[in-house]
């Protein structure tokens, strides 16, 4: 009988040690905007998670609009978007639940050192976009209703004005991301809305330069959102709880705060989560 024990309690401890690392080797799929993957902050953040939990996070980047189309089939745990009326709508049609502020930076308003519609300083980002329409000068759009696209459209909605014509160049290959249509619009020498973070990347490579910034509707709130499991049963819904707590909890906001300084002179985003 001692012996039945002693096999069974080592089979039970065995099963709960393989149990421990079949949970440990999980995943968590993430669909995510753009810019933080491009920008490194996601590739780290995954990374880091993994070494530490054994859980892998794998993710694929699109704009705002696409990432939570694409959550919207069920074949990721979660999402990282940054385009509030886009991600309301994610939950209220039931696809999504648990948002959690993890991030934020800004946007700036790109233009070229010329400066042809003089909007050079300007504190307000619907006056700077309405000086561009009226003097007609060049702007690249990205156009793919990513949170980029969202946020331009929140702005040119302010101004009362529809941009069309000529000199609104609505970017064909917008869906490629901040980094494409950066480069773009610096081929162009056009204005462009875009995250500071991008630019702080590439403004060794591009004569464009920020010209207006500051303004509220600038900020750029960056979240994630789980993948509501009861639409969908098969998502990894404890995996992506798990990690989610890790981003806003205090290792992983702290990554973010000294994120870009020791390359870039200042941080590419800020940290959010104590702001819920």
Known sequence: MRIFVLVL???LGAGLVFAGIARAAGEVRMSSTIGPVDAGIVPLLAKIYEQKSGVKVTFEAAGTGATLEKAKKGNFDMVMVHARKLEDQFIAEGFGRDRRDVMYNDFVILGPKDDPARVKGMKSASEAFAAIAKAEALFVSRNDRSGTH??????WGKTGITPSGSWY????D????????????DGKKAYTLMDRATWLTLKKEVSLTPLVEG?????????????????????HAAEAKAFMDWLVGKEAQGIIRTF?????????FFPNAQKQ
Do not use: H, Q
């Not at 900020?219 to 959102?225: C, K, P, S």
């Not at 870009?260 to 590419?268: I, M």
């Open 9 to 11: 309690a080592f089979c």
């Open 150 to 155: 969202v946020k331009e459209m929140d702005i």
């Open 169 to 172: 160049d609505c970017f064909v």
């Open 174 to 185: 917008g869906k490629k991301g901040n980094k494409a249509t950066t480069l773009y619009a």
């Open 215 to 235: 303004d509220r509707i600038l900020l750029n709130f960056i979240a994630v959102i789980a993948v509501n499991p009861e639409k969908f049963p098969s998502v």
């Open 260 to 268: 870009g300084v020791d390359a870039y002179g200042e941080p590419l």
